[in-house]
């Protein structure tokens, strides 16, 4: 079991910036992937950005060249650098992995509140 502690999430104004970091404890060493979800209110979940164990990353394209996602392996950690932020990027941001020796094992975080205001 993989345990997940998001934290960073704040209010912003558009333009703003924020750094959403989480950090993982338990079995670190089956995690396999590690990504960031983001759900806004009566909407679905949805993948912002996903990094592979082996540093390969993909981003959503409503993000893309505004967020980052990066990763350290050592520290089982996962950040997510949000730049120009905009309103339609307030939602609850969920920290993820897949853990296990085949990464059937999902993981989620409690979530940290993004709220980009004018």
């Known amino acids: 079991q993989v345990q997940l502690v998001e934290s960073g999430g704040a209010l912003v104004q558009p333009g703003g910036s924020l750094r959403l970091s989480c950090a993982a404890s338990?079995?670190?060493?089956?995690?396999?992937?590690m990504s960031w979800f983001r759900q806004a209110p009566g909407k679905q979940r949805e993948l912002v950005a996903s990094?592979?164990?082996?540093?390969?990353?993909t981003v959503a394209d409503s993000v893309r060249g505004r967020f980052t996602i990066s990763r350290d392996n050592a520290k089982a950690t996962v950040a997510l650098q949000m730049n120009n932020l905009k309103p339609e990027d307030t939602a609850v941001y969920y920290c993820?992995?897949?853990?296990?020796?085949?990464?059937?094992?999902?993981?989620w975080g409690q979530g940290t509140q993004v709220t980009v205001y004018s």
């Open positions: 993820h992995a897949r853990s296990g020796a085949d990464g059937a094992v999902v993981n």
């Open positions: 338990g079995k670190i060493f089956e995690i396999k992937s």
């Open positions: 990094s592979s164990r082996l540093g390969s990353t």
